[in-house]
């Protein structure tokens, strides 16, 4: 979503438009629920409130899906690659840079 929202900023399509393209990638599960939204005329017409409801339909879909944590519990740094970074090596990283700079 975050893409399509960075991507859409460029373009200069309508908010129709945006939604209609939005609607042909949305899984069965998410239009399923967005049934009612179309029934009751609640669907949102401006794309990026539309965005907004399917973030927040996903995440009541499947709220184990969307319980990430960007710090471990032991206070380290969860990396991308499934490591760690320990905090105090950020900070010892940070001085060098400093220190190489002259300051």
Do not use: C
Request: charged letters at 35%; proline letters at 3%.
């Amino acid at each position: 979503m975050e893409r399509y929202r960075t991507l859409a900023k460029i373009v200069n399509y309508t908010d129709e438009v945006h939604i209609d393209k939005l609607k042909e990638v949305v899984p069965d599960e998410l239009q399923n629920v967005l049934v009612m939204y179309e029934i009751t005329n609640q669907t949102p017409k401006n794309w990026d409130d539309y965005i907004k409801l399917l973030i927040s339909v996903y995440k009541a879909l499947h709220p184990d899906k969307t319980q990430g944590t960007i710090f471990g519990s032991d206070g380290n740094i969860e990396k991308s690659g499934g490591g760690k970074r320990d905090l105090d090596a950020m900070e010892i990283d940070e001085v060098k840079k400093k220190e190489g700079k002259g300051l």
